[in-house]
């Protein structure tokens, strides 16, 4: 094992990943680094001689600690007040210096992972997302390989089932997000219907701290006009800012007073929106600038 100062210059270099690991598997970018934290004052203690892979031991350190706090999460999640969304990760933002995200970790794949078990939701993001080999997946979760590799597949057909249909390349998604961004400041109802696939799905999540859509809103037009009844109660205050909302062109409600009020997070099909995640809880958006 080498000196303390190589140590710390090692855990610095893969510190973004360990974050992007621990995000994948929580949705919150503060418990992220509260657990990759953790890891670290547990490798000080740890006996360093026994430890030939010190990336490899934070990996499964890291999804350990994780998967404990996902397990109590999950109780607090169901009684959350309205739909829950994952902290958003926002590039151009101190978060882009804090983790290093995959580019399936978006809005849409996250809510689709919040439907798996904690134990499915680990492997499936440990091997499928950042290549982990079941052996390793099995330190973490405490079962054997074969059984990882079962859970694994299980998560794998159930995301499938849910995720967003097609891919679309970054600029068709850009043009669509700008499109939305003009309907949506215009409040042009017929504007939206055009950009807004029929089975849309809008969440809102304000944590029962600010106002919210309590359940998802579905279908485009019930969506274009919640969307437009939104700006029709702010009354034009603010406007849509483009931003890179986890990996994707997304958009940031900037209040007039330059505070950030709310993270748009869209996903597209086939050059329409098939849905909407919207994050309003101010306490998921300290990151934000």
Known sequence: MNSDEDLAAEFGAIRPRLVGVAYGLLGSLDEAEDVVQDAWFRLGRADRSAIEDVTGWLVVTVSRLALDVLRSARVRREEYVGPWLPEP???????????????????????????????????FVLHDVFGLPFEEVAQAVGRTPAACSQLAARARKRVAARAPRFEVDAA?????????TRAAQGRDVDALLALLDPDVVLRSDGGGVVRAARRPVHGATRVARFLVGVAERFGGGGRLVPATVNGLAGLLWSRDDGAVGGVYGLSVSAGRITEINVVVNPEKLRSVR
Do not use: I, Y
Request: hydrophobic content about 45%; aromatic content about 2%; cysteine-free.
């Open 89 to 123: 990760v926002v590039t151009g933002g101190d978060p882009a210096d804090r983790v290093t995200l995959d580019e399936s970790m978006n809005l849409a794949m996250l809510v689709v992972l919040e439907s798996l078990s904690p134990a499915e939701r680990t492997a």
């Open 172 to 180: 068709e998604h850009r043009r669509v997000v700008e499109a939305f």
